[in-house]
């Protein structure tokens, strides 16, 4: 099952969508891998060496979700970038409006703004068409130009994605916000109670709501695509893809790009704690040209069901 989830690379949703499926329960799968080759290695079972060899192709899907990066210098040149879906400002608006002022960010890609208006000293915020309040930008810098990937609705197609050309020192970047199609779970649909037929009744459900979900997105993975694809400009891309590491969606999104959390990340990337397991949905990737520097998880801050993402990029190579 594991091998599955490294088709993803290859096969579509609509193809196949049982192998996005067992993207979701990659951690259960790699800890359950870990305790049977552990297991097979102290009882001197032959087959731990060949488990162990085939292990060597799960590091890199591992480090997307838990990794450990030395320190790099910082530099004031460096580009500081946080991505944040704050659940439309619920949970205190006030505050999260606080926090945005003290992070001293250079750019703030903001997932399901809502109708707030945030006040960000020294910061601008970008006219997007065609956007219902779901992403925001906001600039320290000179905004160019904006323009929308994808113009969704709530009830047909419920993902939005924008880009901003953005000036930062005399180099123009291309900034992608994201947010793919939501599952619409809550959290009854998930609890198991014991009762075997109704918690099959459930997970039967759960997988109904998943695949048309997949499929979804493999269109919406495909116009978000073009505007990486047609940048002139090195690009940064970030939000809430609703999607987990070595799926589908992370494969082909970060196509060409890096993972800044597999390059500065200490820890987990865990961004999303509605739920008890572990869930990473949000996320910021690079042209190969941008270095990243730092990335934290800010799990100081529980303003949303998502915890904001905190990067430093170096652009001076």
Known sequence: MLLGTLMNAYI???????????????PVLIAAYIICTLFWLFS???????????????????????????DKKVSSDDIKVVTFNIK?????AREIEQYLNRIDADVILIQEEGREAFTI???SKAKIAHNNGVLAFYSRHRIIETKSLIEGNYDLNNAYGTQADIEIRGKVYRFVNVYLEPYKFDKSMVKMNGDKEQDE??????????????????????????????????VFLAGDFNSVPN???????????????????????????????????????????????????????????????????????
Do not use: C
Request: charged content about 25%; aromatic content about 16%; glycine content about 6%.
């Open 12 to 26: 579509p949703p609509k193809i196949f969508p049982w192998f996005n499926l067992l993207s979701l329960g990659f």
């Open 121 to 123: 000293q020294g910061m």
């Open 44 to 70: 001197w079972k032959k087959r731990t060496f060949a488990f162990m060899l085939i292990g060597l192709a799960f590091i890199s899907p591992v480090k997307r979700w838990i990794n450990y990066s030395s």
């Open 201 to 234: 009744r459930r997970l039967r459900d759960i997988v109904k709501k998943l695949i048309p979900v997949f499929k979804k997105h493999q269109d919406q993975v495909s116009e978000i695509r073009t505007g990486i694809d047609q940048s002139p400009y090195p």
């Open 88 to 92: 439309a400002g619920l949970l205190g």
């Open 247 to 317: 799926s589908y969606e992370y494969y082909h999104l970060s196509e060409g790009l890096e993972d800044a959390f597999m390059k500065a990340g200490k820890g987990s990337a865990t961004s999303f704690h509605d739920y008890r397991f572990p869930i990473r949905i949000d996320y910021i990737f690079t042209s190969k040209s941008i270095r990243p520097v730092s990335y934290k998880v800010d799990r100081t801050i529980k303003l949303s069901d998502h915890y904001p993402v905190v990067a430093t990029f170096s652009v001076n190579n």
